[in-house]
């Protein structure tokens, strides 16, 4: 078996101004690379709240979109409900042509339908992301603009129990093969405007 022989190192002993020396430019070394992931993480963050940003802006303009939508459907519907209260009040029902009656009384059954893009919002909050907004007050309307779309949320069940009654009550006075000829629920897009079908 072969041996193999260290060398005898003998290091000359350092003096207190070497040792000190070399803590500094460890020191140095750490330091700078502690300030260098801040620099880098603080782009990193700005870079991710101005994509958050852009993506929630173009979230927020379908959603307004559609909600204008519903808004402009409701302005149309609301003032006919009150015109087929009007006339279950004040004229017999052969006073006026069947046609008038399911006209007017279709709209009591219209269900404005909105869904609204929150794929964003969803992952800003579940990621913990909200912290990047360096503004306080967009980080509180974003929370609240969350609250009132989950506030909407908790309603549609509620409604879609009382639609479904209405549906079935309207059937009942309407024959349902006339009133599917005249519902119209699309909504098309010209020039930038939603048009209702009526």
Same mark, same amino acid.
């Given at each position: 078996?072969? !041996?193999?022989?260290?060398?005898?190192?003998?290091?000359?002993?350092? =003096?207190?101004?070497?040792?000190?020396?070399?803590?500094?430019?460890?020191?140095?070394?750490?330091?700078? $690379?502690? #300030?260098? &992931?801040? !620099?880098?993480?603080? #782009?990193? +963050?700005? &870079?991710? &709240?101005?994509?958050?940003?852009?993506?929630?802006?173009?979230?927020? *303009?379908?959603?307004?979109?559609?909600? =204008?939508?519903?808004?402009?459907? *409701? *302005? #149309? !519907? @609301?003032?006919?409900?009150?015109?087929?209260?009007?006339?279950?009040?004040?004229?017999?029902?052969?006073?006026?042509?069947? $046609?008038?009656?399911?006209?007017?009384?279709?709209?009591?059954?219209?269900?404005?339908?909105?869904?609204?893009?929150?794929?964003?919002?969803?992952?800003?909050?579940?990621? $913990?992301?909200?912290?990047?907004?360096?503004?306080?007050?967009?980080?509180?309307?974003?929370?609240?603009?969350?609250?009132?779309?989950?506030?909407?949320? +908790?309603?549609?069940? #509620?409604?879609?129990?009382?639609?479904?009654?209405? !549906?079935?009550?309207? =059937? *009942?006075?309407?024959?349902?093969?006339?009133?599917?000829?005249?519902?119209?629920?699309?909504?098309?897009?010209? =020039?930038?405007?939603?048009? @209702?079908?009526?």
């Amino acid at each position: 078996m072969e !041996v193999h022989h260290h060398p005898d190192l003998h290091h000359k002993k350092k =003096n207190f101004k070497e040792y000190f020396l070399e803590f500094l430019m460890i020191f140095l070394a750490v330091t700078l $690379g502690f #300030f260098a &992931e801040n !620099v880098r993480e603080h #782009f990193d +963050d700005g &870079e991710r &709240e101005e994509a958050y940003a852009q993506t929630l802006y173009e979230d927020l *303009k379908v959603d307004t979109t559609l909600l =204008n939508a519903g808004i402009s459907e *409701k *302005k #149309f !519907v @609301i003032p006919k409900i009150d015109t087929f209260r009007m006339l279950v009040h004040t004229k017999a029902i052969d006073e006026l042509p069947a $046609g008038t009656w399911t006209y007017f009384g279709r709209f009591g059954t219209r269900k404005v339908n909105v869904s609204l893009q929150d794929a964003t919002l969803k992952q800003l909050l579940s990621s $913990g992301d909200l912290r990047l907004l360096q503004k306080h007050n967009v980080a509180y309307a974003i929370a609240q603009y969350d609250q009132a779309v989950q506030d909407m949320r +908790d309603a549609f069940p #509620f409604l879609d129990l009382i639609y479904s009654d209405l !549906v079935k009550a309207r =059937n *009942k006075i309407f024959d349902a093969y006339y009133i599917d000829e005249i519902m119209c629920f699309q909504r098309l897009l010209n =020039n930038g405007h939603i048009v @209702i079908c009526r």
